[in-house]
């Protein structure tokens, strides 16, 4: 399905009650999950049925994190194995079913425990960038609010709403960087579909679960939605061989130049 919006949609679990038993605590060594895509290009299946775009691990690597693969068709029981194991999970962009998709169906158990976590006091981000933002909004509004936007390949400066100063994801953003990011066009945009802002707040789902950080308007004046924030958990691996065996070192990227990633992990 679709090109995929761009832009990061953070998972917001809520603010209120951050949990005391956490408060104090850092994670030194946070280890990231990024959700593998099924290979649909015919001429990149005979390296593997499933990848994860290299860009998404340089990204989450340059923040200090490692990375774990999420593959896809396990089972709930090692789905939720890996779940309390890691700190947060990517579900990243590409192109996918939002519904019927391996994909869709695994990052929609990451979205159940999550959901679960929260209730019981404890945080697990979830990320989502392009068809991940989609995903997100599926996976809350419980059906598909996206409508086509004419926002394919262009470069943007934020609309920070008034909720960006104090939100998790920007507050700690230094004023040079916020500034630059709501004036210069820093952010790049390759989707035909988004959120749109009225079907955000005709949705009582979506309005209710999520704040709007930022909009954008398309080329047509279309105004669509992006972003929001993530809490700290301290899930870890039982211990360091386990770690060791999961992370994505065990694997090497390929270097795919037709593909627009470039560099692709395959499994
Ligand atoms: C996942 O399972 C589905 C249904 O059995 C199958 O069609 C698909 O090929 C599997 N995908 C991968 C990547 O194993
Ligand atoms: C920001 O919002 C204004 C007012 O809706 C709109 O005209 C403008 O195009 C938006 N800027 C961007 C970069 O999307």
Redesign the pocket.
Known sequence: MAQAVLLSVLLLFGCSSFPRLHTLKINQRPIIGILAQ?TLDADLLRYG??YIAAPYVKYLESAGCRVVPVR??LTNDEYEKIFHSINGIIFPGGSSDLKTS?FAKAAKKFYELALKAFDAGDYFPIWGTCLGLQLLSVLTAGKNLLTNTDSENIALPLNLTNAAASSKMFQKFPPDVYHALSSEPLTGNFHDFSISVKAFLEDEKLSKFYSILSTNNDRKGVEFVSTMEARKNFHHFKNLKEEEATLIYNYSPRYVPTSSYIQVYFF
């Open positions: 099924e049925k499933t896809l068709n391996a």
